[in-house]
């Protein structure tokens, strides 16, 4: 089985302070990892992934995660933040054998007040 | 660029009723899912599909059925509506282990 976790449903901010949104995952295998971002009223779009080498892994629009097995999370950062990030963000885990399938957390609302 | 399309983009249903939401990919991508998004939850898988012909159940398929009869085309079929079953619905392709393209979703009502 596999689950994935945003213990923060809600998160809030000023502009120009750092944003975590966490993201906790279970899984048996070695997970890929996944950060989608949701723009209110849009489709998912991707942001960053985790496969496999350096923990930390940069995406589009100056996001960043860094990958922790020990603790098993995948925390999503970036440093300002911009009233433009506010949306939906999405982690998501996706098994390593052939078939697996590709799980959502219920996603963390972002608001970043000017 | 990868394209996934979804029709229709809106649809109101009768409670009872059967109702086919389409999909289709022009990215070759061996994977095809359908999500539902509900305030609260998130996106919930409810089929998916690795190679055409065949189908997956996701974590919540009780009450759909799905279709692949080939690479580009994943169909999700409710035979018959239920008020539950309003939602926002999402198709997506993929090729695996990398970045999944979503269509713009169907907004479905059941009345």
């Known amino acids: 089985a596999q689950s994935v976790d945003q213990p923060d449903a809600h998160v809030t901010l000023y502009e120009g302070a750092s944003l975590e949104l966490r993201c906790s995952y279970s899984?048996?295998?070695?997970?890929?990892l996944f950060w989608y971002v949701q723009y209110p009223g849009q489709s998912l779009q991707f942001l960053l992934k985790?496969?496999?080498?350096?923990?930390v892994v940069k995406g589009t629009k100056g996001f960043e995660a860094e990958f922790r097995k020990s603790n098993s999370s995948f925390n999503l950062k970036k440093s300002p933040a911009h009233w433009s990030d506010s949306a939906k963000y999405f982690c998501?885990?996706?098994?390593?054998?052939?078939?697996?399938?590709?799980?959502f957390g219920k996603g963390a609302k972002l608001t970043v007040s000017p | 660029e990868a394209a996934v399309t979804q029709s229709p983009r809106s649809k109101v249903a009768v409670t009872g009723g059967k109702v086919t939401l389409s999909c289709h990919q022009t990215?070759?991508?061996?994977?095809m899912y359908w999500y539902r998004q509900d305030t609260g939850h998130g996106l919930r898988l409810i089929h998916y599909?690795?190679?055409?012909?065949?189908?997956e159940k996701g974590d919540i398929p009780d009450g759909y059925k799905a279709s692949r009869p080939s690479q580009e085309n994943f169909s999700l079929i409710l035979e018959l509506a239920s008020l539950s079953q309003t939602a926002v619905y999402f198709c997506?392709?993929?090729?695996?282990?990398?970045?999944?393209?979503f269509g713009k979703g169907t907004r479905l009502t059941v009345v």
């Open positions: 985790y496969i496999t080498g350096d923990a």
């Open positions: 599909s690795y190679v055409a012909d065949s189908t």
């Open positions: 998501a885990l996706e098994g390593s054998g052939t078939g697996s399938k590709l799980s």
């Open positions: 899984y048996s295998a070695a997970p890929y």
């Open positions: 997506a392709s993929s090729p695996r282990n990398t970045e999944v393209f």
């Open positions: 990215n070759n991508h061996d994977y």
